[in-house]
């Protein structure tokens, strides 16, 4: 196995336009397009790029699980 075989990726939805300033649809969307991005998602992590702000509610979380909980 290579090294590459071994690596961890790190996702990044954006903090402030999306996750602050976008709706819960705009969450769904940018995570689902993201997600759809990679074949290989067995070592993949998505989160948000830096830091998570404090108008992300709990609707966004929701929409922002919804999607990757659909694709287990």
């Given at each position: 196995m290579t090294d590459r075989q071994w690596e961890d990726l790190l996702?990044?939805?954006p903090?402030?336009?999306v996750l602050s300033a976008g709706t819960p649809a705009d969450v769904n969307q940018s995570v689902a397009r993201l997600h759809d991005s990679i074949s290989d998602r067995r070592r993949v992590i998505i989160s948000a790029g830096g830091f998570i702000p404090a108008q992300f509610s709990a609707e966004k979380i929701a929409s922002f699980?919804?999607?990757l909980a659909k694709s287990v």
């Open positions: 996702g990044n939805i903090p402030r336009d699980c919804g999607v």
